[in-house]
């Protein structure tokens, strides 16, 4: 049996289920490495140039954690699954980085996504894919249905049922997810909702974020994300606050920070990677908006690897007080 290798790091966070459905329906066996540490981020950080984004950095040392453990190691590069709107080029060139700086990683299974080739390419990029394991297309097509639906179901379990992702991740897979933020204790009409913006791989790597979700529920906040909006309310969103979407995964920033901002959180926190081109452009279109509305407090963590544990946990208490204090006077704060 085969035993297919999958980073626990950037796209695992939003399509692991898809992935591992369709390789188990073509009889491989997936193996994820195991939740970020110190010791993963060192190793990706001494591979790859200074300057590389902290995301991609935890992304090759989950690569290497790999090595030995796997016959392959699966990196799609997702171009574009909208039309016209594209990715961040870090995704485009991740087999070949991986290639580059990883030599003694197993030999890469890729794919390459790009919707605006159009479905027949996408079909045969599939089928291509799937004769690493069988050269029934038959059994292909069915791994890919059977994987679609397993996303779509782990889509609503978010935004239907309100799990957060690991939550939802857990009841899908039914793996633990220990190492990414999860909801410790129930909570019944909690006095402060805070809406959380950025990439999946940056909110829910506890290492990275040092456990941000969990000190937010310390300070008994409810913690709203954008996987728990539906996809039509998060795409009017960002259309209106950006107009057209350029950006692959706009709607995780853009989207959801418009959306924060109209359905009246307590606070938005955004997060994102020391020297992220398209964050802090998306980033600032919604910290602009947030200015201009004067309600809600807006409030920014950039993330790299010397990033602070202290500071981070000192801007937090800092802005959850200030929330506090505002809503026991029950006043409007401009930030
Ligand atoms: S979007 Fe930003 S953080 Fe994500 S991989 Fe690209 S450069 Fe890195």
Redesign the pocket.
């Known amino acids: 049996m085969t035993t297919v290798g999958i980073p626990r790091a950037?796209l695992y966070y939003q399509y692991y289920p898809m992935w591992k459905t369709f390789f188990e329906h073509l009889g491989a066996e997936v193996v994820v490495s195991p939740p970020t540490t110190r010791k993963t981020l060192t190793e990706g950080a001494s591979r790859v140039v200074a300057d590389?984004?902290?995301?991609?950095k935890v992304f090759v040392g989950h690569t290497v954690s790999l090595v030995g453990k796997c016959d392959c190691i699966f990196i799609p590069v997702i171009r574009s699954l909208k039309s016209k709107t594209y990715?961040?080029?870090?995704?485009l060139g991740l087999p070949d980085m991986t290639r580059a700086v990883v030599p003694e990683a197993p030999p890469i299974l890729e794919i390459e996504i790009d919707i605006n080739r159009g479905k027949r390419r996408l079909y045969q990029d599939i089928y291509k894919l799937g004769r690493h394991f069988t050269w029934n297309p038959l059994k292909v097509k069915e791994a890919a249905t059977a994987a679609w639906q397993s996303l779509l179901d782990y889509r609503e379990l978010m935004y239907r049922r309100e799990l957060i992702l690991p939550q939802a991740m857990e009841e899908i897979t039914g793996e633990s997810q220990t190492g990414l933020n999860m909801i410790l204790k129930s909570q019944t009409v909690p006095p402060t909702t805070i809406g959380l913006i950025g990439?999946a791989?940056?909110l829910y790597d506890e290492h990275i974020n040092y456990q941000l979700i969990r000190r937010l529920q310390q300070y008994d906040a409810t913690v709203v994300t954008p996987e728990m909006l539906p996809g039509n309310i998060i795409e009017a969103s960002v259309n209106k606050l950006a107009g057209k979407a350029y950006?692959t995964?706009e709607e995780e920033v853009v989207g959801a920070g418009g959306h924060f901002l109209e359905s009246g959180v307590d606070g938005i926190i955004g997060i994102?990677?020391f020297?992220?081109?398209?964050?802090s452009l998306m980033m600032d279109m919604v910290h602009r908006h947030a200015t201009r509305q004067k309600t809600t407090p807006f409030m920014c963590l950039t993330l790299e690897e010397h990033t602070s544990e202290t500071g981070v946990i000192t801007r937090l208490e800092a802005f959850m007080d200030m929330i506090h204090r505002r809503k026991q006077k029950g006043e409007a704060v401009c930030v």
């Open positions: 950037l590389t984004c902290l995301p991609a990715n961040c080029s870090k995704f990439h791989y940056l950006w995964y994102m990677a020297g992220c081109g398209p964050d």
